[in-house]
């Protein structure tokens, strides 16, 4: 496997990181991905320490020391897997379109925003309108979530380990044992992931966003 890993150096400002993704790294020089403008007169070797260990095929990104300033982690991945080692800032995981992308700290607002496909993986906490507008996907959360959970969500599965407030345009379907669930568990086992330790197949079960199409499920772990 080719590791890229960026190694956020102290910024107090908030840094886009949309041109970091995978498939815009992938077979580029610790010098071609320090060039990448982050902004109009900021390149990525500014606010990243990069190392890259091209020893493979497969992709992983591996974001480290990052915070709530580094914004857009991961949006619109096609391929590979990106690790956030700390905290990330808002749109986490945006119009995702393949991959996996784990997050082992906290994440920001929007995070999962109009994800079309893959798998985003909290540890820690996910902000305000996480998965709004999602169009299908996987993303699970471990910690807490904020307000207007799943606002606009169209499709996919929303996993999570704590209840949320209730939600005005999701409906409770109640409690269910839900055997495919073992499937979702199996690939979270290979990923280096708190994810891994997770085996029930008990959850209740919320359908909406019933403003749209209401055929997105909110499962939360009994």
């Given at each position: ?30 010098a071609e ?118 606002y606009g ?70």
């Open positions: 496997m080719s590791i890229i890993t960026l190694t956020a150096k102290a910024i107090t400002r908030v840094v886009d990181c949309r041109a970091l993704s995978p498939q815009a790294l992938q077979a580029k020089s610790v991905i320090g060039a990448i403008k982050l902004a109009k007169n900021l390149s990525a070797a500014e606010v990243f320490d990069i190392s890259v260990d091209d020893t493979g095929d497969a992709l992983q990104v591996v974001f480290k020391n990052t915070s709530a300033n580094h914004a857009y982690i991961g949006f619109g991945m096609t391929l590979g897997q990106v690790i956030v080692e700390h905290d990330a800032g808002d749109f986490l995981g945006a119009q995702m379109q393949q991959g996996v992308l784990i997050c082992k700290g906290n994440a920001g607002a929007r995070a999962g925003d109009r994800m079309r496909r893959g798998m985003l993986l909290i540890e820690g906490d996910a902000g305000d309108y996480c998965a709004s507008d999602m169009m299908a996907g996987t993303l699970g959360v471990l910690g807490a979530t904020g307000a207007y959970l799943g969500m169209k499709r996919g599965t929303l996993l999570l380990a704590k209840a949320p407030a209730a939600q005005a345009t999701w409906i409770d379907c109640g409690l269910h044992q839900l055997p495919f669930l073992n499937i979702l568990y199996k690939s979270f086992k290979l990923l280096d992931s708190r994810f891994a330790g997770i085996s029930s197949l008990r959850v209740q079960r919320w359908m909406g966003d019933m403003g749209g199409l209401g055929k997105a499920e909110i499962l939360v772990i009994q």
